[in-house]
Nanobody
């Protein structure tokens, strides 16, 4: 059974950093595409970044330069590194693969 468990969220001030983790069980990240999405209050869920086959990364254009994604194939987990955070990054961040979603981890950025 595929399971995704996110962690690492919290509250930070503008300019701070957080590193989110998604532990994946049931499938190898080296053979799949794992995505990080976020959903702000009152907004639709949107793609933040994705990691394919454990090595090929993609970050959406507006977040390039601040967010990076990487994976640990041995531990079967995917990280989302978020730097220079802004209040508009406040959202619940979700890990995704196929039709599966994690429960999310909340990020709050205060000004």
């Amino acid at each position: 059974q595929v399971e995704l468990v996110e962690s690492g969220g919290g509250s930070v001030q503008t300019g701070g950093s957080l590193r989110l983790s998604c532990v994946v069980s049931g499938i190898p990240i080296s053979l799949n595409t794992i995505g990080w999405y976020r959903q702000a209050p009152g907004s639709e869920r949107e793609l933040v970044a994705a990691l394919s086959n454990g090595v090929r990364s993609h970050v959406t254009d507006p977040l390039k330069g601040r967010f990076t994604i990487d994976g640990d194939n041995a531990k079967n987990l995917v990280h989302l590194q978020m730097d220079n955070l802004k209040p508009e990054d406040t959202a619940v961040y979700y890990c995704h693969v196929g039709s599966r979603w994690g429960k999310g981890t909340r990020v709050i950025v205060s000004s």
